[in-house]
């Protein structure tokens, strides 16, 4: 062969070298995305979980101090009609009673 020749084959050779070197690296840095994407998406998720997670204990919290008010609101309510039952009982037990009596003994003429 001539020395032409061979100069094209070497440069064939070490252009395939080179096209093959460019490929193993487009390969690994490939790889190296999907990692590095792989990794990034469970941040992701585990961001979006513990988001999650707190949003649901605030709600909780909030839910339990609903419902504490609602309850604290309902047994003052409770507390109130009492005080009114207790006063007006009070003030009318006499003549209630009086009432009473008077009927029960009319009744048994």
Do not use: P, Y
Request: aromatic residues 2%; hydrophobic residues 35%.
């Amino acid at each position: 062969m001539e020395t032409n020749d061979l100069n094209i084959i070497r440069q064939l050779l070490d252009m395939d070298k080179k096209a093959r070197m460019l490929v193993e690296n487009a390969e690994k840095e490939r790889q190296k995305a999907e990692s590095n994407l792989a990794d990034e998406k469970a941040r992701v998720e585990a961001d979006i979980l513990s988001k999650a997670q707190n949003r649901i204990v605030k709600l909780k919290n909030q839910t339990a101090d609903e419902t504490s008010k609602e309850t604290n609101s309902i047994e003052e309510e409770g507390r109130q009609m009492m005080q009114r039952l207790e006063a007006n009982f009070a003030q009318h037990h006499t003549q209630w009673e009086d009432e009473l009596f008077k009927r029960c003994v009319s009744m048994s003429r």
